[in-house]
């Protein structure tokens, strides 16, 4: 536990995982609880708990052994901790330095393809390319992020309607950054509301009185960015 505490680049959903399984590892760093146990210790979904056991193992902190019949069990590594470019940025880490793509790019067009040019001077799309496919391939998966509320934070108020109003802020979120662009950070997200005693109302706020926050509260972009940076786990 002492050398996983100092780790950093992760979310407080994964870093709860990672020491809920250190503290239940021997000196060799094995444990074997259940997915169910550690969701118990860490007060996420079980669902919250998968996502973090593949990110732990995609940063080669963890080693899952899959046994036939039996449960699985882990090593904990921390010293051969490493991100890497495969997993997900922490949700509270800044956006990585773009590195400048392989020659020639890999969005480049294929050689044999002549991109004409306007009067201007000006780039034309590539035949078939249309601006209604480039701006789909950009879209939100707003129901399943809406799912992904309700089945995580089934405490908060249920979302029913989903309008044109929650649409478009989903979107714009969603469009704010190549890290929102991702299931796996909008489960680590509602993973931070849930972890959040205020946030859930667990706690007296004003007078006294409890706050407890809502998806449209959650999704209003100036809430968003604070619950991202963790402003309401201190």
Known sequence: MSACWPLQGMTPAQKAVLISLADNSNDEGVCWPSVARIAERTCLTERSVRYALRWLEEAKILTAHMRAGRSTWYTVSPYSYDPGSKCPPATDSEVPRQEMPPTPATDAPHPGIKCPQNRKGTIKEPSGVSASTREASNQAPVD????????????????????????????????????????DFWSDFFGMVQASDWLMGRVGGRDNKPFRCNFDWLVAPTNFVKVVEGNYHA
């Not at 399943?144 to 509320?149: G, R």
């Not at 934070?153 to 979107?171: A, G, M, T």
Request: glycine share 0%; net charge neutral; charged share 30%.
């Open 144 to 183: 399943q992020i809406v799912e992904l509320f309700n089945e995580l934070l089934p405490e908060l108020p249920r979302v029913v309607l989903v309008n044109k109003d929650r649409k478009s802020k989903i979107q714009a979120r969603w469009a704010e950054s190549p890290v929102h662009q991702d299931l």
